[in-house]
């Protein structure tokens, strides 16, 4: 009867370590999602270095003229009639 048991519980460890949520079949699943992963940092990483780039501009000590000048016009929507507003996307 012990030799059973102890097989039954080796096989249950012995199927885990297979076929379980961090056994050898879920490698594949880790490996896609690891690729997906870094493509998504890889993006967050240019956005967040655009972003402290566009702050560095705004820092009051020495601010870039005309990203101030592009920001108050936009925000207050100070635009003459007879002026052109060509949006820049970095």
Do not use: C
């Not at 249950?12 to 992963?37: E, I, M, Q, S």
């Amino acid at each position: 009867m012990w030799p059973a048991v102890s097989l039954l519980i080796i096989g249950t460890f012995a199927g885990h370590a297979v076929a379980g949520p961090n056994g050898l079949l879920a490698w594949g699943g880790y490996h896609r999602d690891l690729a997906a992963k870094k493509v998504e940092l890889a993006t967050l990483e240019e956005q967040r270095n655009q972003l402290k780039h566009r702050s560095a501009l705004l820092d009051p000590r020495k601010a870039d003229p005309d990203m101030a000048d592009e920001l108050v016009r936009k925000d207050l929507g100070l635009v003459r009639p007879d002026e052109v507003i060509v949006p820049l996307e970095d």
